[in-house]
């Protein structure tokens, strides 16, 4: 009798203390995706070391994009080069509606170069009774120039909506835009033979511009898009043009 008793007490304590052990287990917190990995410099505001669990997911800190340029408007019949690549580098604070929310904002600072290579030139034309100057586009009819392209700089302030899936991999991610920009620099220039020219600052140029974009894709590649809704120029004489660019957008971290 004792030793049946004895027998059901030690299987009683092991089923509790098995219990207790699986309990436990259950009750142990997850490892976040991220825990055993180092994903990359700063992209949590962690340096090189793995984030911790509690950390906000932030992503597309620092991103670089690559794309076609041209005008859109009154062009005078002068034809872009498909090879006009233009280029910016963005650095934006990503702001998460919360810890683990696919919904935020970001607002940042850039650089954005424009290089639009064609097939034209400009002229510049006092009128003679305001006395004002103003630019002219119009294609190009001297010595083959095989350089030729004209160029704008800018320093920006980009903002977005962003909208992310929740997986880490095939993270789909959609962030229409705005940014504003200050054209800092403004030249053309050409290349007849090995002569080179180059002509800086433009005499009516519009310095202040700002414009939609869009930025969509998967995890650290997107699909990239901007459109100037202000002209080049501001006299009204001159080629009403304005920038726009497509192409693709690289997140680093």
């Not at 340096?47 to 859109?72: H, V, Y």
């Not at 690549?85 to 810890?99: A, E, Q, T, V, W």
């Not at 700089?153 to 504003?180: A, H, L, M, T």
């Amino acid at each position: 009798m004792y030793s049946i008793r004895w027998h059901i007490a030690l299987l009683i304590c092991f089923m509790s203390i098995a219990s207790v052990s699986s309990f436990a287990q259950e009750e142990e917190p997850k490892e976040g995706p991220f825990t055993k990995r180092k994903p990359g410099i700063m992209r949590f505001y962690t340096g090189l070391s793995a984030p911790e669990k509690e950390s906000e997911l932030k992503f597309d800190r620092f991103n670089t994009d690559f794309f076609f340029n041209s005008w859109i408007g009154d062009k005078g019949g002068v034809t872009t080069k498909p090879y006009a690549i233009g280029h910016s580098i963005n650095l934006m604070f990503d702001i998460p509606f919360s810890k683990r929310s696919r919904m935020g904002v970001a607002i940042g600072f850039g650089y954005s170069h424009f290089n639009v290579r064609h097939d034209g030139a400009f002229d510049f034309v006092e009128d003679p009774i305001t006395m004002e100057t103003y630019s002219v586009l119009s294609p190009y009819t001297g010595p083959n120039r095989w350089i030729n392209r004209t160029v704008f700089n800018f320093i920006e302030v980009p903002f977005e909506i962003r909208f992310r899936s929740r997986k880490e991999r095939g993270k789909w991610k959609f962030y229409p835009g705005f940014k504003v920009g200050y054209m800092v620099e403004n030249y053309e220039k050409w290349r007849i033979n090995e002569l080179e020219y180059k002509l800086f600052n433009f005499p009516d140029l519009n310095r202040l511009h700002y414009g939609p974009t869009l930025r969509f894709g998967r995890d650290n590649v997107m699909l990239f898009g901007y459109y100037d809704m202000t002209y080049v120029f501001m006299n009204e004489n001159s080629n009403q043009l304005q920038l726009f660019g497509a192409g693709i957008s690289i997140g680093w971290f």
